[in-house]
């Protein structure tokens, strides 16, 4: 035999081999298949529950099972293996459940998962070696997914002061969420002083997002969060959907302050007189341009209503004076008065203006004289004065004297 002939027969007998083993592949076909749930969401589990039948005439001998998929579901790795062994010529083999985790990022679709059976047949020809190729699909439906954090300019507190936290409520995945119910649930190092602490939104469309506001009373603290509690259902109402997030705040040191009166309280109808207060940074951050003005009630008229200070630092004090009119109709008493302080401090963005406001007491005192009398009260006051001593001297002069009569 020359060489020619050779390669031609070698050719003919793998032609042949080939040919024959081919017969067997897809000897066996999926029977009785289940995909739950149903629909399958995303970020999920699913579960497919199969049978395999030997359509052939042939015993199938060490048959093996396995899946494989592409990402995202399987990202081409397969999963583990069934060993099934022997599957007789005719019958059906028993059940097997194959469990896939449907990432959160898989997008609504239809996906495959290729089911392969491998095994020997014992032919005349010889020990073949065949599979099967049966694929699967599904459609996978993917969820809404609700993110709460703050916004940037309400993720930064001061320590002292009451501050707005703008909390975005966004739907970061697929479909709309409806029927979303946000809580506040619990803080760490912050007073909620807001009456609102539930919020509901109807829906949520995909990529959107809606922002509340929640007012808070930050405490001397670096770090600080918020835990909401998120429920909210898929856009056909089918999933409800629950979580806990942690929305994370940080808290900058900040300047605070003690106001107190100092000086002799003014008087009914007194002009341009001035009234005394004491200021004194108790935060940790140094106090720069600050300014205070003042905001008083009848009877008192602020003239000059605004102190300034370049510089306040912690620990440190200022006097500050008011002038003020006091009007001559007033009573004596105690008044509030409304003092807002204006400031920069170094921590914070060059434009950006911290303020905050306090409460005090002003009292005012009778003016000089006659305490509690006005001034027809006083005249008249005199004017019985006068009358009653012209009575009184009246009353005093001497009768006229006469002979004695013997």
Known sequence: MNAKTFVLALAAMVLLSTTISAQYDNALTLTNVSVSPNPVVAGSNVTIRLQMYNGYDNWL??????ASGSYPLLNVSPLSSYRIGVVNPGQTTGYYNYTLAV??????????VDFAASYFVYAATGTQVASSSMPISFYVQNRPLIKVFAS???????????????????????GAAKNVSITVARTTGLNVLSSVTSFYAHNISEGSSVTEPLLVGAQNMSDTSILVNVTYYSSNLGQRYSTSQQVNLSVAPAAQFVISSSGTPPTIGATDVPIHFRITNTGTSEATQLQISLESPYPLTPVAGTAYIDSLAPGASANMTFMVNVDSSGVSGSYPVTLTEQWKQPNGAVDQQYTGSDNYYVTVTPGAGISGFTEEAIIAIIVIIAVAMALRKKSRKPKPSGKEKK
């Open 103 to 112: 990432p959160y990022t898989a997008p609504s679709g239809t996906y495959t």
């Open 61 to 66: 001998y060490s048959t093996v099972l396995q």
């Open 152 to 174: 940037g300019s309400g993720s930064t507190l001061y320590a002292g002061h009451n501050q707005t936290v703008n909390l975005v409520i966004e739907n970061t995945g697929y």
